[in-house]
């Protein structure tokens, strides 16, 4: 009896070691890897850029209301109407109820041009559709019911048009009718407008004014030093400005940096940089002036730009990377990187077996390299290939059990 139950603990026993065996087989992995992608990265500076522009302040008189032409962010001409001045607010209301008007009458007018399903995108008509009913659902999520009523009119747009090219569309010609009779008894009570305000230079309407508009202009490009910038303050808006006329010249970003970043720049050097305004996410630069500081370790660099739209006339700082350079190749993690017998490599597993392959490293930084991409028949890094970033007592053609 004492051997057989000898015989079942050493059963067991051995049973719980394989147990233990397999379970730490299966979790430990003597090598870890990443795969080798194509990527870009850059080699830049991350500043706080200040946009300097000059701007001209658009006032108004005290006296009527006005009824804006020219939306925020659009383009103006020299002596351009921004808005046209009435007595009172009525007027105001009756050419919203006009162009409310239009835009349903341009609505069904193209909605009755889908008469033929072939040559229809329903495709992108549906799209449409679910586009406008998610911001909508949006709208009401978020609390904003001031814009819900338009959120809801564009959708039942987007659906009518759908239903128009399916060809299940009703007869609208009832309902042009009512607009269009509408849209000539708003336009018969509409009183006439008692002046206009214009445009004293050509640019983008802003409406809007932080107090800069004065204190940073491109003016002494060479007095904006890191003291200039810490020191400045907006100036009081008067309460009757409407806004501003941003010039789409030549305008500055400053980012004050140290004087040793500043080393790495001259004046006249072609660059990049990246912002966070999504329809200009680069925007090319030169570098216009180095201002050092004679009291501080600080400098200002100004980066000259030529390109304007209505998203950027409307930014003051924000976040950006100026790029000197970018590179494009295989990224892999720099802790794969190994030197043998001098080369500079990382090894690759292929299957069960490790293999060291060279590479020439064009970028790095810190946690990440790029390779460059090779084409020759030999050992080199290739797109995918297994990288090891960690293992131990590696070397070439050893095999991974």
């Given at each position: 009896?004492?051997?057989?139950?000898?015989?079942?603990?050493?059963?067991?026993?051995?049973?719980?070691?394989?147990?233990?065996?397999?379970?730490?087989?299966?979790?430990?992995?003597?090598?870890?890897?990443?795969?080798?992608?194509?990527?870009?990265?850059?080699?830049?500076?991350?500043?706080?850029?200040?946009?300097?522009?000059?701007?001209?302040?658009?006032?108004?008189?005290?006296?009527?209301?006005?009824?804006?032409?020219?939306?925020?962010?659009?383009?103006?001409?020299?002596?351009?109407?921004?808005?046209?001045?009435?007595?009172?607010?009525?007027?105001?209301?009756?050419?919203?109820?006009?162009?409310?008007?239009?835009?349903?009458?341009?609505?069904?007018?193209?909605?009755?041009?889908?008469?033929?399903?072939?040559?229809?995108?329903?495709?992108?008509?549906?799209?449409?559709?679910?586009?406008?009913?998610?911001?909508?659902?949006?709208?009401?999520?978020?609390?904003?019911?001031?814009?819900?009523?338009?959120?809801?009119?564009?959708?039942?747009?987007?659906?009518?048009?759908?239903?128009?090219?399916?060809?299940?569309?009703?007869?609208?010609?009832?309902?042009?009718?009512?607009?269009?009779?509408?849209?000539?008894?708003?336009?018969?009570?509409?009183?006439?407008?008692?002046?206009?305000?214009?445009?004293?230079?050509?640019?983008?309407?802003?409406?809007?004014?932080?107090?800069?508009?004065?204190?940073?202009?491109?003016?002494?490009?060479?007095?904006?030093?890191?003291?200039?910038?810490?020191?400045?303050?907006?100036?009081?808006?008067?309460?009757?400005?409407?806004?501003?006329?941003?010039?789409?010249?030549?305008?500055?970003?400053?980012?004050?940096?140290?004087?040793?970043?500043?080393?790495?720049?001259?004046?006249?050097?072609?660059?990049?940089?990246?912002?966070?305004?999504?329809?200009?996410?680069?925007?090319?630069?030169?570098?216009?002036?180095?201002?050092?500081?004679?009291?501080?370790?600080?400098?200002?660099?100004?980066?000259?730009?030529?390109?304007?739209?209505?998203?950027?006339?409307?930014?003051?700082?924000?976040?950006?990377?100026?790029?000197?350079?970018?590179?494009?190749?295989?990224?892999?993690?720099?802790?794969?990187?190994?030197?043998?017998?001098?080369?500079?490599?990382?090894?690759?597993?292929?299957?069960?077996?490790?293999?060291?392959?060279?590479?020439?490293?064009?970028?790095?930084?810190?946690d990440y390299m790029i390779c460059e991409k090779q084409t020759s028949d030999g050992d080199v890094l290739r797109l995918y290939d297994e990288v090891i970033v960690k293992g131990k007592n590696l070397y070439d053609g050893k095999i991974i059990s």
């Open positions: 009896m004492k051997g057989t139950t000898v015989l079942k603990g050493f059963v067991i026993l051995l049973i719980a070691v394989f147990a233990v065996h397999q379970a730490v087989s299966s979790l430990y992995k003597p090598v870890k890897t990443e795969t080798a992608v194509f990527s870009d990265m850059s080699d830049g500076l991350n500043i706080t850029g200040v946009i300097i522009r000059n701007e001209t302040l658009v006032s108004a008189g005290d006296s009527g209301v006005l009824h804006f032409i020219i939306g925020d962010g659009n383009r103006v001409a020299k002596d351009g109407v921004i808005a046209n001045i009435y007595d009172s607010e009525s007027a105001s209301i009756i050419l919203e109820r006009i162009d409310s008007v239009n835009g349903k009458i341009a609505d069904i007018e193209e909605m009755l041009s889908y008469n033929n399903l072939e040559a229809a995108d329903l495709d992108m008509i549906n799209a449409k559709v679910h586009q406008n009913l998610n911001n909508l659902i949006i709208c009401g999520g978020n609390g904003n019911y001031d814009a819900f009523s338009d959120k809801s009119d564009e959708l039942l747009s987007a659906y009518n048009r759908r239903q128009a090219a399916m060809g299940e569309t009703a007869d609208f010609s009832a309902q042009l009718t009512a607009l269009k009779a509408e849209k000539d008894q708003l336009a018969a009570s509409l009183p006439a407008a008692k002046g206009t305000l214009r445009a004293e230079k050509s640019g983008y309407f802003v409406s809007k004014a932080d107090g800069y508009e004065t204190v940073l202009t491109c003016e002494n490009p060479e007095s904006i030093t890191p003291e200039y910038l810490n020191g400045i303050k907006a100036e009081n808006v008067t309460e009757n400005t409407v806004g501003k006329i941003v010039s789409d010249y030549e305008w500055y970003i400053a980012a004050e940096v140290s004087v040793n970043e500043s080393l790495n720049f001259k004046e006249g050097d072609a660059l990049t940089i990246y912002t966070s305004v999504k329809s200009y996410p680069k925007l090319p630069v030169t570098v216009k002036k180095i201002n050092i500081s004679e009291s501080s370790g600080g400098a200002v660099v100004l980066f000259a730009c030529n390109d304007m739209n209505s998203e950027l006339a409307s930014m003051r700082t924000g976040p950006m990377t100026v790029v000197k350079k970018e590179y494009s190749g295989l990224k892999v993690p720099t802790s794969a990187r190994r030197v043998v017998d001098s080369k500079l490599g990382v090894y690759v597993l292929t299957g069960m077996q490790v293999k060291f392959v060279e590479v020439k490293v064009l970028f790095t930084d810190g």
